[in-house]
């Protein structure tokens, strides 16, 4: 048996269970208090400023993220990723530019690791998976993807939902009227003079921060007394200049050039959801109380997706995937771009949601399954630069946010989804021709001495 073989997880289903669960507690909490950012903290834009520090401390921390976890391993990254999870709910409660900017920028310097240690836990998984149910490694991955996307968007169902059920207990004045001035597409931060979305009383705030304090302790728990230490091979361990030289090369890797794009552009999409959806059309037409409600529909297409997807991977293959997902995002582009949302048509407020799901689903099963796949033998920085893109692509949407109107930024996002549309193909069809000039040139590989005598 090679150092690779040994080096697998040994219950790879359980290891994928306690990676999903732990995540799910963690982002129960996150992910709602992220959707609620811009509207609970719209003073001088520090909601929003706050999520642009975070993502663009990831840029950094994506790309040094395979030296970290080669020095503190991959479990103790979740699990220090976890305890600064919980310092950055707590800096919720009293939110300030002293309080809350410093803890963003620890959770985004966490970011990378975390997120790079989930990658290679679920790929030796599926590799070890695969080799158990005796199928092949696309199949398996997607599979034990589905297992953890399921429960990872099903945060968006849990978090949002106690969002909206304890803020439902505040006091509002709901008499002011401000559709038809400033929400939608036209929406402006130069039109914001003032607070624009009525805040929940502070007691209430403290009570749903309690709750998601709880969560993230629940997550530390099972991360650290249930998960396994992730075993690195031989032949994987760099040394920190080689690990970064690493992320270099893939950066410049012409598939990982070529995907990009698509990276940043699902990523950009989601932050449009995140953080201008609830606020320019849910908060600002229908009141804050609502977003949890409006976006547990999101968490629950695209939980149930997820898990349907990573069955439904086996017979229709990744292209037709990534080629739906694609539509539906340029698809709900366009509705954001032209739609003027009113009370009276509260269905939509539900519908974009619930269509956006399908997308998010496919891409981020997906996108861990081709990763593995296309950078087999190195998965670490791909990882690592597969994260570090979408931050920059959060920190891009989210620094706009502060200076350009959401109809500019969503021109922006249209061209990206275009451009990253057609690098995935061109990506794919450099795959396929490598792969196949690799097959040929195996078949002519002239049998050794001791091939011969075995045949």
Same mark, same amino acid.
């Given at each position: 048996?090679?150092?690779?073989?040994?080096?697998?997880?040994?219950?790879?289903?359980?290891?994928?269970?306690?990676?999903?669960?732990?995540?799910?507690?963690?982002?129960?909490?996150?992910?709602?208090?992220?959707?609620?950012?811009?509207?609970?903290?719209?003073?001088?834009?520090?909601?929003?400023?706050?999520?642009?520090?975070?993502?663009?401390?990831?840029?950094?921390?994506?790309?040094?993220?395979? %030296?970290?976890?080669?020095?503190?391993?991959?479990?103790?990254?979740?699990?220090?990723?976890?305890?600064?999870?919980?310092?950055?709910?707590?800096?919720?409660?009293?939110?300030?530019?002293?309080?809350? $900017?410093?803890?963003?920028?620890?959770?985004?310097?966490?970011?990378?690791?975390?997120?790079?240690?989930?990658?290679?836990?679920?790929?030796? %998984?599926?590799?070890?998976?695969?080799?158990?149910?005796?199928?092949?490694?696309?199949?398996?991955?997607?599979?034990?993807?589905?297992?953890?996307?399921?429960?990872?968007? @099903?945060?968006?169902?849990?978090?949002?939902?106690?969002?909206?059920?304890?803020?439902?207990?505040?006091?509002?004045?709901? %008499?002011?009227?401000?559709?038809?001035?400033?929400?939608?597409?036209?929406?402006?931060?130069?039109?914001?003079?003032?607070?624009?979305?009525?805040?929940?009383?502070?007691?209430?705030?403290? $009570?749903?921060?309690?709750?998601?304090?709880?969560?993230?302790?629940? #997550?530390?728990?099972?991360? @650290?007394?249930?998960?396994?230490?992730?075993?690195?091979?031989?032949?994987? *361990?760099?040394?920190?200049?080689?690990?970064?030289?690493?992320?270099?090369?893939?950066?410049?890797?012409?598939?990982?050039?070529?995907?990009?794009?698509?990276?940043?552009?699902?990523?950009?999409?989601? #932050?449009?959801?995140?953080?201008?959806?609830? *606020?320019?059309?849910?908060?600002?037409?229908?009141?804050?109380?609502?977003?949890?409600?409006?976006?547990?529909?999101?968490?629950?297409?695209?939980?149930?997706?997820?898990?349907?997807?990573?069955?439904? @991977?086996?017979?229709?293959?990744?292209?037709?995937?990534?080629?739906?997902?694609?539509?539906?995002?340029?698809?709900?582009?366009?509705?954001?771009?032209?739609?003027?949302?009113?009370?009276?048509?509260?269905?939509?407020?539900?519908? $974009?949601?619930?269509?956006?799901?399908?997308?998010?689903?496919?891409?981020?099963?997906?996108?861990?399954?081709?990763? %593995?796949?296309?950078?087999?033998?190195?998965?670490?920085?791909?990882?690592?630069?597969?994260?570090?893109?979408?931050?920059?692509?959060?920190?891009?949407?989210?620094?706009?946010?502060?200076?350009?109107?959401?109809?500019?930024?969503?021109?922006?996002?249209?061209?990206?989804?275009?451009?990253?549309?057609?690098?995935?193909?061109? @990506?794919?069809? $450099?795959?396929?021709?490598?792969?196949?000039?690799?097959?040929?040139?195996?078949?002519?590989?002239?049998?050794?001495?001791?091939?011969?005598?075995?045949?």
């Amino acid at each position: 048996m090679s150092d690779d073989e040994k080096a697998l997880p040994k219950h790879p289903l359980r290891d994928t269970l306690v990676i999903s669960f732990s995540f799910m507690a963690i982002y129960t909490s996150y992910l709602a208090i992220q959707n609620l950012q811009s509207s609970l903290n719209q003073e001088a834009g520090l909601g929003v400023t706050s999520l642009a520090c975070l993502y663009g401390t990831i840029l950094i921390s994506g790309t040094m993220a395979p %030296s970290f976890i080669r020095i503190v391993g991959a479990k103790r990254s979740l699990v220090i990723a976890w305890i600064i999870h919980t310092i950055y709910t707590a800096s919720n409660f009293y939110p300030t530019w002293a309080t809350l $900017i410093p803890s963003s920028i620890l959770l985004g310097g966490i970011a990378g690791p975390q997120w790079t240690s989930q990658g290679l836990y679920l790929s030796r %998984s599926g590799d070890a998976y695969s080799r158990i149910i005796n199928e092949n490694i696309h199949s398996a991955l997607s599979k034990l993807n589905g297992i953890f996307f399921t429960c990872y968007e @099903a945060t968006q169902i849990t978090g949002n939902l106690i969002s909206s059920l304890v803020l439902q207990q505040g006091s509002y004045d709901d %008499s002011e009227d401000n559709v038809t001035k400033t929400c939608g597409a036209d929406s402006c931060p130069i039109a914001a003079n003032g607070t624009l979305i009525q805040e929940p009383d502070t007691h209430v705030v403290y $009570i749903l921060l309690g709750i998601f304090l709880v969560c993230d302790v629940v #997550g530390i728990c099972l991360t @650290a007394f249930l998960l396994p230490k992730l075993i690195t091979p031989k032949s994987q *361990k760099q040394s920190l200049s080689k690990s970064v030289v690493s992320c270099c090369t893939t950066l410049v890797d012409k598939k990982m050039t070529l995907l990009i794009p698509l990276f940043m552009s699902q990523a950009m999409n989601q #932050g449009l959801l995140l953080s201008e959806y609830t *606020k320019a059309f849910i908060s600002c037409s229908l009141g804050i109380s609502m977003v949890g409600f409006i976006m547990a529909c999101f968490g629950g297409s695209t939980a149930i997706l997820a898990l349907l997807i990573g069955r439904l @991977a086996k017979y229709t293959g990744r292209y037709l995937l990534f080629t739906v997902a694609s539509a539906i995002d340029m698809g709900m582009l366009l509705t954001l771009y032209f739609w003027e949302p009113q009370k009276d048509q509260l269905y939509l407020f539900f519908i $974009i949601p619930t269509v956006w799901g399908i997308s998010e689903a496919i891409f981020q099963a997906q996108f861990n399954s081709l990763i %593995s796949i296309l950078f087999e033998e190195k998965m670490d920085s791909a990882f690592a630069n597969y994260h570090t893109s979408k931050a920059f692509a959060f920190t891009t949407t989210f620094v706009c946010g502060v200076f350009l109107c959401l109809r500019t930024r969503i021109y922006i996002a249209i061209g990206l989804l275009s451009v990253g549309f057609l690098g995935y193909i061109g @990506a794919e069809i $450099i795959f396929s021709r490598t792969k196949l000039s690799k097959n040929r040139k195996d078949d002519n590989v002239p049998a050794t001495t001791d091939e011969k005598t075995h045949l």
